[in-house]
């Protein structure tokens, strides 16, 4: 259970550093939801140049990336 609740917490943050990255707002809930889904996506980019991350600062540049992608991707799409 605290586990799940860290990585909300994390989400949060990195989908909120990612928006300010990206010059983007959102609420809480977006940005929860964009730094877990950055995560994922970030997750699979890194693993295509054979990178890990390990610990929360490395989860966190990961997700941070990965929602930054996330984004962009959006921002082309609609």
């Known amino acids: 259970m605290l586990g799940i ?3 909300l917490i994390l ?14 707002e959102g609420g809480m809930l977006r940005n929860i939801i964009l ?15 054979g990178l890990t991350a390990t610990g929360m600062l490395g989860r966190a540049v990961v997700s941070i990336v ?7 991707v959006g921002e082309k799409l609609f």
Not at 66 to 72: D, E, H, I, R
């Open 66 to 72: 990965g929602a930054c992608v996330c984004l962009w």
């Open 35 to 49: 730094g877990l889904l950055g995560g994922a996506v970030g997750g699979v980019l890194f693993g295509l140049f």
């Open 11 to 24: 989400g949060g943050i990195c989908g909120l550093i990612a928006g300010k990255l990206m010059g983007r």
């Open 5 to 7: 609740l860290m990585d």
